[in-house]
């Protein structure tokens, strides 16, 4: 994200409570936004405290721990989109609950995951810094409004999306990519949700810490007719599989004789971002050309916008979400202004959009 795509008039800094009851994390997060232009941080040590403050002065973006003692996070976070619809951050750490926990806080309305500090702020490492800079950035961005907790046991399954439906011939090779940030798991989960068992071979971006991504994938394969996993090196893509890209490695896609698989790989951040829409777009570009439908969907920053221009000049469909639906409308604007997208559709129409601009692909070859 360049820092012009940050906001620049607003009147006055945005204000970002912590909520931690480490001391630890509290002085790391406080340090590291601090010196960030444009941002004032206070600090709560749990919920209860949190609430006291929130009165005085309230918050444009909340950063929030879930294991908490008197109150727990997930039931503040609760509490705040039901009252306030504050933009919410979750901080978490990276075992096994933390992460289940963290994604059920995505369920409720929370923007994002920021992973826990483990050392003091001189060990806080520079590329960490910069995301959680971003994500805050993006948080007061966001359009967010009040929602009710959620039932507890209404969720999609396969039985209720077109599990039986037939797409397009097995042998064609079309690919779907599809790059995702802020806001990004709820329209992921209504997009895979509404696609048939058989459709096209799908890779994503999603911006998320890793360990989460494996997670988030295992939640969406128990939803979706398709199989949905976090991808590996050398997994191929096809027909009725979506992979996601593991956090904070990037994914490419190269082409194997008359299919293809991804690569994934350490580097530095494209785009300010590892893994990087741009650099997954600008791959299939190079192995899928004209087979190809690339999805820009809700995020912050423009991390995808080069990349799509790229397919679209490849002779690929371009399909970005619509500003009425996005929670941030940054990295599909981003694409729109600079000319790259062919269709601006609300969240509801992309996969059945994409699903139609495939088959008459399919066909015409």
């Avoid at 959680?132 to 969720?155: K, Q």
């Avoid at 062919?342 to 399919?362: G, H, N, V």
């Amino acid at each position: 994200m360049s820092r012009s795509s940050v906001p620049g008039n607003r009147r006055a800094p945005i204000h970002v409570l912590v909520v931690d009851d480490s001391a630890v994390v509290r002085q790391v997060m406080q340090a590291v936004l601090f010196q960030e232009k444009g941002i004032a941080v206070s600090v709560a040590a749990d919920p209860l405290i949190a609430m006291q403050k929130m009165k005085v002065k309230r918050p444009d973006v909340i950063l929030l721990d879930l294991e908490m003692p008197r109150m727990d996070g997930l039931t503040f976070l609760k509490k705040i989109m039901a009252e306030e619809a504050i933009p919410t951050l979750i901080c978490s750490g990276v075992a096994g609950r933390g992460t289940e926990m963290a994604l059920r806080a995505l369920d409720h309305g929370a923007l994002g995951i920021v992973t826990k500090p483990k050392l003091g702020v001189q060990n806080f490492l520079h590329e960490s810094a910069l995301v959680l800079i971003d994500m805050v950035w993006s948080a007061a961005a966001a359009r967010v409004s009040r929602r009710p907790p959620l039932p507890s046991a209404v969720r999609r399954t396969p039985s209720t999306v077109h599990a039986h439906a037939k797409f397009y011939p097995p042998d064609s090779q079309g690919i779907i990519a599809i790059g995702a940030s802020t806001g990004g798991t709820e329209a992921l989960t209504e997009i895979l949700t509404a696609l048939p068992v058989d459709a096209p071979g799908i890779v994503i971006v999603q911006h998320m810490p890793e360990h989460f991504t494996s997670a988030f994938a295992k939640r969406l394969n128990d939803l979706c007719a398709i199989e949905v996993k976090e991808g590996s090196d050398g997994d191929r893509v096809m027909p009725g599989r979506a992979l996601i890209a593991p956090g904070n490695r990037h994914v490419s896609v190269l082409r194997r004789g008359q299919g293809y698989h991804i690569e994934v790989t350490d580097g530095p951040l494209v785009s300010r971002h590892r893994p990087s829409v741009d650099l997954l777009f600008r791959s299939v570009a190079s192995a899928a050309g004209a087979n190809a439908i690339g999805i820009i969907l809700t995020g912050m920053g423009n991390d995808g916008a080069a990349g799509m221009l790229k397919m679209k000049k490849a002779g690929a469909s371009t399909i970005a979400q619509n500003e009425e639906s996005c929670v941030v409308f940054g990295m599909p604007k981003e694409a729109i202004l600079l000319g790259a997208v062919d269709y601006i559709l609300p969240l509801e129409r992309i996969a059945p959009s994409a699903l139609e601009l495939m088959l008459k692909s399919a066909l015409i070859k």
